[in-house]
């Protein structure tokens, strides 16, 4: 389970403000960590898949690809 940092109310505003991945630093500019807001629903529902339905069912149809045990042992020779 991942633990629960509580902010004061001027970061939760600056948080508020970000509208994508940031980098969290101290005032001496060292990483802390990343921060990425919770998408909403709403957000989410803006965003059109840029394949059609057509697209993915023949997709789906097609023989073809690599198993993943391949693909794993593959990426491990390259090493």
């Not at 060292?30 to 059109?48: M, N, R, W």
């Not at 069912?57 to 593959?74: F, H, N, Y």
Request: glycine share 6%; charged share 30%.
């Amino acid at each position: 389970m991942m633990s629960v940092l509580v902010l004061d109310q001027s970061a939760i505003q600056k948080l508020k403000a970000v509208a994508s991945g940031v980098e969290v630093r101290d005032d001496q500019g060292t990483l802390i960590g990343y921060f990425h807001p919770v998408v909403s629903p709403e957000a989410v529902d803006q965003y059109e898949c840029p394949v059609t339905e057509e697209e993915l069912r023949r997709r789906s149809q097609e023989a073809g690809g690599r198993p993943l045990s391949d693909i794993l042992r593959d990426l491990r020779d390259r090493v």
